[in-house]
């Protein structure tokens, strides 16, 4: 088992910036990312990043977000920069270990005009 913490998250005005932290119970070898779910919408990917430093980023956010991780054992960051009032949502964290799937409860951000 593997719990996911997130933290980061909060209010703040379009053109703004918010960093969010994901700490795992255990080293995760493989893939971390950010997922998000706007109110009335599906889960959508933001960012992944792979242990080797492979890094994948939704069209939306390239260029305004940065995933970023040291290590395996390391927390997954998420620098949000640009922030704008579509990017309101509920952001989770997801690691895959051994082949499996783990969430966090996930952290609300929310951008006001």
């Known amino acids: 088992q593997v719990q996911l913490v997130e933290s980061g998250g909060g209010l703040v005005q379009a053109g703004g910036s918010l960093r969010l932290s994901c700490a795992a119970s255990?080293?995760?070898?493989?893939?971390m990312g950010w997922y998000r779910q706007a109110p009335g919408k599906q889960r959508e990917l933001v960012a992944t990043i792979s242990s080797g430093g492979v890094i994948n980023y939704a069209d939306s956010v390239k260029g305004r977000f940065t995933i970023s991780r040291v290590n395996a054992r390391s927390p997954v960051y998420l620098q949000m920069n640009s922030l704008k009032p579509e990017d309101t949502a509920v952001y989770y964290c997801?690691?895959?270990?051994?082949?499996?799937?783990?969430w966090g409860k996930g952290t609300t951000v929310t951008v006001s005009p």
């Open positions: 997801n690691a895959v270990r051994f082949g499996q799937d783990y």
């Open positions: 255990r080293s995760i070898s493989s893939v």
